[in-house]
Nanobody, 120 residues
């Protein structure tokens, strides 16, 4: 069993900053890609940023230069630093991880989601 627990969401003003954190716990042998997705009302879930174990990153064009993803492989954690957020960044943010367990199964796991609201 694997759980992803997010924290750090909330209300932030445009131009401010917010940091999201996610910790993966459980029967984890290896976490491959870890990252963040988001879903706004009426929209499909979309990629925000992902990071591979070797540090390779992938960002949505809409957040490049404003958001920064980081991770700690030893702790199985991933963070998203959100700088200069805009109202259109308002969404539920979900942590995602591609994990291989000690039972030799591999799959994608999701957190429960954390609300981020950008408003003055």
């Amino acid at each position: 069993q694997v759980q992803l627990v997010e924290s750090g969401g909330g209300l932030v003003q445009p131009g401010g900053s917010l940091r999201l954190s996610c910790a993966a716990a459980g029967n984890i042998f290896l976490a491959y890609s870890m990252g963040w997705y988001r879903q706004a009302p009426g929209n499909q879930r979309e990629l925000v940023a992902t990071m591979a174990r070797d540090g390779w990153t992938n960002y949505a064009d809409s957040v490049k230069g404003r958001f920064t993803i980081s991770r700690d492989n030893a702790k199985n954690t991933v963070n998203l630093q959100m700088n200069s957020p805009k109202p259109e960044d308002t969404a539920v943010y979900y942590c995602n991880a591609d994990i291989q367990t000690w039972l030799n199964t591999r799959g994608a796991y999701w957190g429960q989601g954390t609300q981020v609201t950008v408003s003055s």
